[in-house]
């Protein structure tokens, strides 16, 4: 198992920036891939970025060349750095991480950490 903590979401106006941090309580080397998701009210939560265990990225490709999810080993911790936010980018960002033991995907969820975003 695994337990998840994110943190730097707040308030920023259009055109800022914010970083998110998801600190694991465990050793993110030995988690098979680590990813940010989000949900805007009466939306479904989707994917805006994850990354494996060896490094390999994914992307939600309306926010490619604005987000940029990254990771510290030593830090067991995942980033999302979000520049020129937008509006519609307000949401509750969430990050989720994927433990595959044997065949089956085991998937960890944060709490979650408001961003919103004022034009």
């Known amino acids: 198992q695994v337990q998840l903590d994110e943190s730097g979401g707040g308030l920023v106006q259009a055109g800022g920036s914010l970083r998110l941090s998801c600190a694991a309580s465990r050793s993110i080397s030995s988690i098979n891939a680590m990813g940010w998701y989000r949900q805007a009210p009466g939306k479904q939560r989707e994917l805006v970025a994850g990354i494996t265990s060896d490094g390999s990225t994914v992307y939600a490709n309306s926010l490619k060349g604005r987000f940029t999810i990254s990771r510290d080993n030593a830090k067991n911790t995942v980033y999302l750095q979000m520049n020129s936010l937008k509006p519609e980018d307000t949401a509750v960002y969430y990050c989720?991480?994927?433990?595959?033991?044997?065949?089956?995907?085991?998937?960890?969820w944060g709490q979650g950490t408001q961003v919103t975003v004022s034009s």
């Open positions: 989720k991480a994927t433990i595959i033991i044997e065949v089956h995907a085991h998937d960890y």
